[in-house]
């Protein structure tokens, strides 16, 4: 079993859906968790980071960590063809160096 | 500069070269990595540098090495490249902060004939 597990995709869905990106993880020390997005031919940037369990909300995005199911989730609100992307969960024990990454999951918001 | 930089941006090598990829940062981040990414398989931690003058193996480190001379540059050498090399490499770096996340470069895209 791999430590951080991501559907691949794609998912495409229509402009103003809701979109539903999810991770699972193996290790029970992971304290951290991020979400990266990643245009076509660039590098991925960091979209959110939360702390421990609970929800983080920032513009369309929100951010959910349930660590008793070790269970990550990324929430798009009236998503926008700008947003199609690839999106790779991270996460790393606390003061971790290292992060690990899931494969990511290739989305498509079509207009 | 503002960032991480890469170059080359991309690259075509014959089997059997050696190719240095270049990595600079600007944010005086102690922790240095490189990565590769392939279709299904995501980013794959090559080596990392917690700090200027060590460096550590990460999950896939044979056929590449690198160096942490100083803070700013990190490069990574394939000695003698072979086709499974084929790859988008990224570098990325992160502060010694707890909650401090890693910021990725823009990418060398490199295929070995």
């Known amino acids: 079993q791999k430590e951080v597990e991501q559907d691949p995709g794609p998912l495409s869905v229509p402009e103003g859906a809701i979109v539903s990106l999810n991770c699972t993880y193996s290790?029970?020390?992971?304290?951290?968790f991020m979400w990266y997005r990643q245009y076509s031919r660039k590098g991925p940037e960091l979209l959110m980071y939360?702390?421990?369990?609970g929800n983080k909300e920032d513009g369309r995005f929100t951010a959910q960590v349930d660590k008793s199911s070790k269970y990550i989730s990324l929430f798009i609100r009236d998503s926008q063809p700008s947003d199609s992307a690839t999106y790779l969960c991270?996460?790393?024990?606390?003061?971790?160096?290292?992060?690990?990454f899931g494969p990511g999951t290739r989305l498509s918001v079509l207009p | 500069i503002a960032g991480i930089t890469q170059a080359p941006t991309s690259q075509i090598l014959a089997a059997g070269r050696r190719m240095t990829l270049r990595c600079t940062q600007d944010?005086?981040?102690?922790?240095m990595y490189w990565y590769r990414q392939d279709l299904g398989l995501g980013l794959r931690l090559i080596h990392y540098?917690?700090?200027?003058?060590?460096?550590g193996k990460g999950e896939v480190p044979d056929g590449y090495s690198v160096s942490r001379a100083n803070t700013d540059d990190f490069p990574l050498t394939l000695a003698s490249a072979v086709p499974s090399q084929t790859s988008v490499y990224f570098c990325?770096?992160?502060?010694?902060?707890?909650?401090?996340?890693?910021?990725f470069g823009p990418g060398t895209r490199l295929t070995v004939l």
């Open positions: 990325a770096s992160k502060g010694t902060g707890p909650t401090d996340t890693q910021y």
């Open positions: 290790n029970s020390a992971f304290q951290y």
């Open positions: 939360t702390y421990s369990s």
């Open positions: 991270a996460m790393s024990v606390p003061w971790g160096q290292n992060f690990v």
């Open positions: 944010m005086r981040h102690n922790a």
């Open positions: 540098s917690n700090t200027a003058g060590t460096t």
